[in-house]
């Protein structure tokens, strides 16, 4: 997984509320396992017309925002069902930071296996943010896990809180697999113990 410490970016703004993870990857793009290759069912029915062509209304469609990678969202962020392809999904795409003031518990866990930051802000640092959001191709934010802050474009600066132990996997570029992994001398000693022990099984 790849390590999150920090990333200077456009931010598109999306200020709708209860954005679910049907609306992120639509249940049609299901039938893979794949991670990659998601991002271009990434808000198909938002982004496309019925005839397959852009449509030009939705923010990841203009041209101020086609290189985001960051999104300024609406409370409540990827309720819904538990569906992990919805983080596959942004991250193929290349959203690697989500900022909300509330997020779906599975989508947000979800987020931290897949090296995706979801950072939860105050309703009035969310409006603060999809303000510097709005801006357009000077929407550019800095978000500092390190740190714990976010740094607008006119130098304001928005504090978050996160997990310790979440931080230190993010930083570490750290999933379950790379958790185990760490572990790997442990477990090679508790191995070759338990076959000197019970050399029968």
């Known amino acids: 997984m790849d390590k999150f410490t920090s990333l200077t970016a456009v931010a598109a703004p999306m200020p709708r509320v209860n954005i679910d993870t049907d609306a992120i990857i ?26 397959g062509s852009d449509n030009p209304d939705f923010v990841l469609n203009q041209p101020a925002y086609k290189d985001a990678k960051i999104i300024v ?23 690697t930071c989500v900022i909300s003031t509330q997020f779906g518990d599975i989508f947000y866990n979800n987020c931290f296996q897949n090296g995706i930051l979801p950072v939860v802000v105050s309703a009035d640092d969310l409006e603060k943010l999809m ?4 801006r357009g191709a000077n929407a550019t934010l800095t978000v500092d896990l390190e740190a714990q802050e976010i740094r607008g474009p006119d130098g304001g600066v928005v504090r978050f809180e996160i997990d310790a132990f979440k931080k230190h996997c993010l930083l570490n570029g750290l999933d379950s697999v790379g958790l185990t992994l760490e572990k790997a001398d ?3 000693a508790f191995e070759g113990k338990h076959q000197e022990d019970r050399p029968w099984v």
């Open 26 to 51: 639509p249940k049609q793009y299901l039938k893979t396992i794949k991670r990659t290759g998601l991002g271009k069912g990434l808000f198909s029915e938002w982004r496309y017309n019925d005839d």
């Open 73 to 95: 969202a609406g409370d409540n962020f990827g309720c819904g069902s538990s569906r992990e392809h919805a983080p596959w999904a942004l991250k193929d795409y290349g959203i």
């Open 131 to 134: 303000d510097d959001a709005s």
């Open 186 to 188: 442990a477990i090679e």
